[in-house]
C-alpha cells in the first residue's frame, strides 16, 4: 500500500515516528544520565538505589502536569515501569510480594510499579515477606494492607531490620487499575526515606485512643492485647510507646 506523500494519514504517522523517535532518544540519554548518578551516588551502605522519597516527588510533578487523552495510571505506569528499571540497574534487587489472599491482584500490583525487570518472588504470608526482606540487603517487599490479618507480621519491623517505606497505590484516586492498598518494605534508607506519614506499631489493652488523623492500618487481638499497626501524619508518635517502624510519603489523590 503507497500512500501518497500528501496523506492526512501518513503525515500524521510521520508525526507519531518523530515523536517516538524523541521518547527513545531521551529514554537511552537518562540511562547515561544514570551511569552518571551511579558514579557519585552511595547505594554501597544500604545496598539499595530505591529513594521513596524522591519517587513521590516525581509522582505528584507527573500528576500535577497531566492531561490529554492518555489516562495519568498509563503515564504513572511507565514511568514507574522506568524508574524501578533504573533503580534495578543501580543495585539489582528483588521485589518479594505477599500473595496470600489475593495474589493475582498483589501480582498486578508489583507490575504494574516495578514492570518486568525486576524479578518477584511470591510469598504466603506478610511475615515471611518481612524475613526475605531482613535476609537480603537491599531486596523490596509487598505486603497487602489487611485490617484483620492472621499474625502481628508488623513485630519483625523496625530498628535495623526491615521498616516501611512506601504507601500504594500513590495516585490513589477512583478507579486506579490496581487499587489493592499495600505497604513497600525495605531495610533502612536513611534520608532517602520520606516521614510525611509515620508508621508505628500500638500495643494496649483495648483503651488508648488515637489522635484526630491517625489510621489503623491492621489490628490483630492476642490474650486480651490488641496490636496495632498505625499511620500517623507527621513524625510524632500517636500514643506513649509506640514503636516506629518507618514512614512514608503521603499518597496523592
Ligand atoms: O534519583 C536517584 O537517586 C535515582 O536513583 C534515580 C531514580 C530514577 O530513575 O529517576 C531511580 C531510583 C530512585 O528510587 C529514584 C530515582
Redesign the pocket.
Known amino acids: 500500500m503507497n500512500d501518497a506523500p500528501s496523506d492526512p494519514l501518513t503525515e500524521i504517522r510521520r508525526e507519531i515516528d518523530r515523536i517516538d523517535e524523541a521518547m527513545h532518544v531521551l529514554l537511552m540519554e537518562?540511562g547515561a544520565v544514570?551511569d552518571r548518578?551511579v558514579a557519585i551516588?552511595r547505594t554501597s551502605e544500604t545496598g539499595s538505589?530505591?529513594?521513596?522519597g524522591?519517587?513521590a516527588d516525581?509522582m505528584r510533578r507527573i500528576a500535577a502536569r497531566h492531561g490529554g487523552r492518555l489516562p495519568v495510571a498509563t503515564a504513572e505506569h511507565l514511568w514507574r515501569t522506568?524508574?524501578a528499571t533504573?533503580?534495578h540497574v543501580?543495585a539489582p534487587f528483588t521485589l518479594h510480594v505477599e500473595q496470600g489472599a489475593d495474589a493475582l491482584a498483589m501480582h498486578d500490583l508489583a507490575r504494574f510499579h516495578v514492570g518486568f525487570d525486576v524479578p518477584l518472588v511470591g510469598h504466603g504470608t506478610p511475615s515471611r515477606v518481612a524475613a526475605a526482606v531482613a535476609q537480603s540487603t537491599g531486596d523490596l517487599g509487598l505486603v497487602r494492607i489487611d485490617p484483620a490479618p492472621a499474625a502481628i507480621w508488623w513485630d519483625a519491623l523496625g530498628g535495623d531490620g526491615p521498616q516501611v517505606m512506601a504507601r500504594l497505590p500513590f495516585l490513589s484516586a477512583a478507579g486506579h487499575p490496581t487499587p489493592t492498598p499495600a505497604l513497600v518494605l525495605a531495610r533502612p534508607l536513611g534520608d532517602a526515606a520520606s516521614s510525611e506519614v509515620s508508621v508505628w506499631a500500638v500495643e494496649d489493652d483495648g483503651d488508648v485512643a488515637l489522635p484526630e488523623g491517625a489510621e489503623t492500618l491492621a489490628a490483630v487481638t492476642r490474650n486480651g492485647r490488641r496490636h496495632r499497626l498505625v499511620a500517623h501524619p507527621g513524625g510524632e508518635p500517636p500514643a506513649p510507646h509506640a514503636r516506629p517502624l518507618g514512614g512514608y510519603a503521603r499518597p496523592a489523590g
Open positions: 537518562r544514570i548518578l551516588k538505589a530505591f529513594r521513596p524522591r519517587e516525581m522506568i524508574i533504573f533503580t543501580q
